[in-house]
């Protein structure tokens, strides 16, 4: 068991440009989900994906966030024409399945939007 | 929609002594888990402790222990023999209906001084 793993750690891009951030859960797990943190904020759920299917989706997920799960295991998440307002922390959590199984959290992506 | 509160942004705590952090939620449904998990500086989130709701029973990890009082929505972390090591942001968490993806609270920041 390695642990939840994000790749980047950082990323700092200029405005209106995309960024791609990738998760790689632990492997027995099925669920896997993104969170966004601002400073001072706890962690805002994303979307959350069980296995493939991408089941639910935030209203803070808009049409520039896009995320994928193409075959179950690791996840990316897109975002298209960037803005100030998008920096914050992406955290990856993956789990297995049931109420009362808990999430473990990756590092996290640092996102600076210059 | 679940709320999550966290009303103390700080606490302080000297080592060895016993602190009290408090969290309420708001919620319809009826059975349910609570979480409490620790974001220490620059590192990844972990799950402290816990919490079935249809358990009478307090649930505790070691120095980590909760006072649950369902009827009032109240789910309070004590830790005992506080050491500097538990310095981290603490966030109370609650499912969303579904049992899907966590609300969390604002986080309370830990202090621990010798």
């Known amino acids: 068991d390695t642990g939840v793993s994000q790749n980047p750690r950082h990323k700092i891009t200029k405005r209106g440009q995309n960024v791609t951030f990738r998760c790689d859960p632990i492997?027995?797990?099925?669920?896997l989900y993104w969170y966004r943190q601002t400073l001072g904020q706890g962690p805002e759920f994303l979307t959350y994906f069980q296995n493939e299917a991408q089941l639910e989706k935030s209203r803070l997920l808009s049409d520039r966030f896009s995320a994928e799960r193409p075959k179950g295991s690791f996840s990316t998440l897109e975002i298209q024409r960037t803005e100030q307002g998008d920096s914050a922390m992406y955290l990856c959590a993956s789990s297995l399945d049931g109420p009362n199984q808990p999430q473990h959290f990756g590092d996290g992506t640092r996102l600076s939007i210059l | 929609a679940q709320t999550v509160t966290q009303s103390q942004p700080e606490m302080s705590v000297q080592e060895a002594e016993t602190v009290t952090l408090s969290c309420t939620y708001d919620t319809s449904e009826s059975d349910y888990y609570l979480f409490w998990y620790k974001q220490p500086p620059s590192r990844q989130m972990i799950l402290v402790i816990r919490q079935e709701a249809y358990k009478q029973q307090n649930a505790t990890e070691n120095r980590f222990s909760v006072n649950f009082q369902k009827a009032a929505k109240s789910f309070s972390l004590k830790i005992s023999d506080s050491q500097l090591g538990d310095a981290a942001m603490y966030f109370c968490a609650f499912p969303n209906s579904g049992y899907s993806t966590l609300t969390f609270g604002k986080g309370t920041m830990l202090l621990v001084s010798p």
């Open positions: 492997s027995e797990h099925n669920r």
